[in-house]
C-alpha cells in the first residue's frame, strides 16, 4: 500500500471491526431466568454508557439489566453466574468485519499510524486482543471504561491525542455513531460514518492515499 505516514487513521471497535451484535448468544440465560428478549435489549442499551464509561461495574450493571428485564433474586443467580454473562457479551460481538481487519493489517505494514478509540467497560480491551491477536499490533488503544470517559465526550478524544502525541488535523476518526463522529468533527478531525465496510475502506484509503 503506498501512503502517507503523516496522516493517522482512529478507528472505533464494535460495529467497525467487529459485526453486529448477535443478539441470540443471550439465549440461554433469557431461557434460564424466563426473560423476554426485548426487555432484555432495552435494559441492556439503557444502562451501557454507564457501564462503558466506569460509572457502573460489573454486577452493578448486570444487576440492573436483569432485574428492569423482569429477573427476581438477581444478586444470588449473579453470584454464580458474573462471568458467564460477561463472556456472553462479549462473544456476542465476536464476528470480525474481515474486510476492516485485513485494512488495518495493510496500514500497520505500510507503517501508517493507527489507534482504536472505543466505548467498552473496564478492562475489556485486554480480551478483545485476546480474540484477534492482529489487533494488538494497533500500539494505541484506549477504551473509555478505564479511563471514567466515553465518547461523544470531548475530553476523551482530547486524552487519546494527548496521549500519543497526534493532531486532531492529521487524524480521520472512523465510527458508527453518528453522535461521536460529529464530536470528533467539532474539534478539527476528519471523519467517516461507517455505514458498511466497502465504503469505510474506500474512505481510509482516499485519506492515507500519498498526494499526487
Keep these: 500500500m503506498a501512503a502517507d505516514a503523516s496522516r493517522n487513521v482512529l478507528f472505533d471497535f464494535g460495529y467497525v471491526l467487529t459485526g453486529p451484535q448477535d443478539v441470540s448468544a443471550f439465549d440461554p440465560i433469557l431461557a434460564e431466568l424466563r426473560l423476554g428478549r426485548v426487555a432484555f435489549l432495552e435494559a441492556w442499551g ?14 452493578a450493571y448486570w444487576a440492573r439489566v436483569l432485574s428492569e428485564a423482569g429477573a427476581a433474586d438477581v444478586e444470588p443467580w449473579l453470584d454464580g453466574n458474573l462471568e458467564r454473562i460477561g463472556s456472553i457479551d462479549l462473544s456476542a460481538w465476536a464476528r470480525p468485519r474481515e474486510r476492516m481487519h485485513a485494512l488495518v493489517g495493510r496500514l500497520l505494514d505500510a507503517e501508517i499510524p493507527v489507534g482504536i478509540l472505543s466505548n ?17 499490533r494497533i500500539p494505541r488503544k484506549l477504551w473509555s471504561g478505564d479511563e471514567g470517559l466515553a465518547k461523544p465526550d470531548p475530553a476523551i478524544y482530547r486524552l487519546f491525542l494527548e496521549r ?36 469505510a475502506v474506500a474512505a481510509v484509503e482516499a485519506w492515507v492515499a500519498p498526494a499526487p
Design 46 to 59: 439503557r444502562h451501557r454508557a454507564a457501564f462503558d464509561g466506569g460509572e457502573l461495574d460489573a454486577r
Design 120 to 136: 467498552m467497560p473496564a478492562l475489556a480491551g485486554p480480551k478483545w486482543m485476546a480474540f484477534w491477536p492482529a489487533l494488538d
Design 164 to 199: 500519543y502525541g497526534w493532531r486532531a488535523e492529521d487524524t480521520l476518526f472512523v465510527d458508527d455513531a453518528r453522535r461521536n463522529v460529529e464530536a470528533a468533527a467539532a474539534l478539527g478531525f476528519s471523519t467517516h460514518l461507517f455505514e458498511d465496510e466497502g465504503a
